[in-house]
Structure formats: C-alpha cells, structure tokens
C-alpha cells in the first residue's frame, strides 16, 4: 500500500506570511494532486503534477514534484485569511488509478 | 453546471441500524466514487464504479457495507448495521477522464 505523509499535520500563520507544505513517499507516482478542502465541503483539485521537476504556479501557489516523483511541495506567498483550508496531496499510481491521500496540512492563516 | 449533489448532509442514527446516503454525480461522468473520511485524515476510496460496473471495491467492508449504481448515474451506499466506529464523512465523487475528480460536499454520519 502506497503511503503519503504531509508536513507539517498543522500550521497556524500570519497574513502576510509565506509557508511550505510537504508531502512525501517511498512509492513512485505517475501523477500527484494537491486538493484544498473547506469545512462541511468536499475536497477541490488545485493542480496536477506529471513530470519529475515539474514545477507549476497558480497565482501565489507554487507546486514542485520532486525528481524521482515520490514528493511534492506547495508553497504559498504572501498568505491571505482565505487560504485557509486542509491541504490534501493524493498520488495515482498509473494514470487514471486510484488515488492515496495524504492526512492532509490543516493551515490557518490568521488576520 | 450542477457539481456532485449528496443526500442527506447530515444524519444520526443508532449503532446497529441501517443507513443509506444518496450520491448524483456530474451529468455525463462515467466514473464515481465514494471516499470515507475521518476527521482531520485524508479520503479513503471505498469503491469505484466505471458506469454501473464496481472495477475496485476492495476496500469495502462487506460484511456490513453495500453500494449500488445500477443505471450506471446515481449512486446509493449503505452500511447495514452501523457501528460507532463507522461515524466519519462520507464523500461521492465524479470523474470524467479519470485524471480530476469532483467532490459533493459529503454526508456527515453520527453513529451513537
């Protein structure tokens, strides 16, 4: 069974601050997702990751897939009050297989 | 477009009774899934069906848990009877190519 374990499990910030999330894994994955999920909602995709390298930004959020394709990093800049959320990584084995999930990064960002 | 619609959002019941959650997922997505979710941990696949066809649900319980998609668009999921330890979220979702699912909001049980 393939294992995800996110780092750190809370993290509680500033606005303004910046931050890194980890996720890793002794398992290789041909894709890596990283989700942000709201309380009393269902998880939503922010990006998917295919290439070892890889690196992708999406406004203040930078997402890296390491080399050999067992870890990935998000980073946010700058954080805002709604950033707030349970970051999830989930990794797929082969392309369109079942997804692992991490436990997850539960941020607060704090005004 | 309507996202992944579940019912109900919440329910409490009994330990030993019978439970039903309803999942309806995106129009024209072949591929649903239903996740167990515990508090302040990741999803768990349970099962996933390709159009009316279970291809993984070895992570079902199936002694006490059961799930259906029999026209291959809505989804029931049942666990019959419920114990304390089945009290979690349970969350449905759609995918189209496989590559990005979607998620309803899920259905928040309360086993006592």
């Known amino acids: 069974t393939q294992l995800l374990e996110q780092s750190p499990q809370f993290l509680s910030i500033q606005e303004g601050e910046n931050l890194t999330v980890y996720c890793n894994s002794s398992?290789?994955?041909?894709?890596l997702q990283w989700y942000r999920q709201e309380p009393g909602e269902g998880p939503v995709l922010l990006v998917t990751?295919?290439?070892?390298?890889e690196v992708k930004k999406l406004k203040r959020l930078t997402f890296q897939f390491g080399d050999a394709r067992k870890d990935s990093s998000l980073h946010i800049t700058a954080a805002q009050p709604g950033d707030t959320g349970l970051y999830l990584c989930?990794?797929?084995?082969?392309?369109?297989?079942?997804?692992?999930f991490g436990e997850g990064t539960q941020l607060t960002v704090n005004p | 477009e309507a996202g992944v619609v579940q019912s109900p959002r919440y329910k409490i019941i009994e330990k030993k009774q019978p439970v039903a959650f309803w999942c309806n997922p995106i129009?024209?997505?072949?591929?649903l899934y239903w996740y167990l979710q515990n508090l302040g941990q990741g999803p768990e696949l349970l099962i996933r069906?390709?159009?009316?066809?279970?291809?993984?649900d070895s992570q079902l319980p199936k002694d006490r848990f059961s799930a259906e998609r029999l026209k291959g668009v809505d989804s029931t999921l049942k666990i019959q009877p419920a114990e304390l330890g089945d009290s979690a979220v349970y969350l449905c979702?759609?995918?189209?190519?496989?590559?990005?699912?979607?998620f309803g909001p899920g259905t928040r049980l309360t086993v006592l």
């Open positions: 979702a759609s995918s189209l190519t496989g590559n990005e699912q979607f």
């Open positions: 398992s290789v994955f041909s894709s």
């Open positions: 990751v295919v290439t070892g390298g």
């Open positions: 989930a990794g797929a084995e082969t392309s369109g297989s079942r997804l692992t």
């Open positions: 129009s024209g997505h072949n591929t």
């Open positions: 069906y390709e159009n009316e066809e279970a291809v993984d």
